[in-house]
């Protein structure tokens, strides 16, 4: 069972960025693809951003599309989610997921990923 932690959230202005960070443990990270979701109150959780276990494909919600980027480092284990241009309706507590089986190609259904982290708040003030 991968264990996640995700990190860098905060308060930004509308128009600025922040970079999330997912750390994981367990040696099967690497061959796992990988995904952000995010929820807001009062809302179902949303597909944000998703990459396939080697880095080479990517998938984005509409909605982030040209603003956020994913991507991953699997000698640290550790996938990312840099974040710009940023908007109020981007308020969310985001999350990062690992895929339920290796080596498939870039998933954005929550029910494709199996482990989740506790989340981290960003809040993006008009």
């Known amino acids: 069972q991968v264990q996640l932690v995700e990190s860098g959230g905060g308060v930004v202005q509308a128009g600025g960025s922040l970079r999330l960070s997912c750390a994981a443990s367990?040696?099967?990270?690497?061959?796992?693809?990988m995904g952000w979701f995010r929820q807001a109150p009062g809302k179902e959780r949303e597909f944000v951003a998703a990459?396939?276990?080697?880095?080479?494909?990517?998938n984005y919600a509409d909605s982030v599309k040209g603003r956020f980027t994913i991507s991953r480092d699997n000698a640290k284990n550790t996938v990312y989610l840099q974040m710009n241009s940023l908007k109020p309706e981007d308020t969310a507590v985001y999350y990062c997921?690992?895929?339920?089986?290796?080596?498939?190609?870039?998933?954005?259904?929550?029910?494709?990923?199996?482990?989740w982290g506790l989340g981290t708040q960003v809040t993006v003030s008009s």
């Open positions: 990459i396939d276990w080697n880095g080479q494909s990517t």
């Open positions: 367990g040696r099967t990270f690497s061959v796992h693809g």
């Open positions: 997921a690992v895929d339920r089986f290796p080596g498939r190609g870039v998933r954005t259904t929550p029910a494709d990923f199996g482990s």
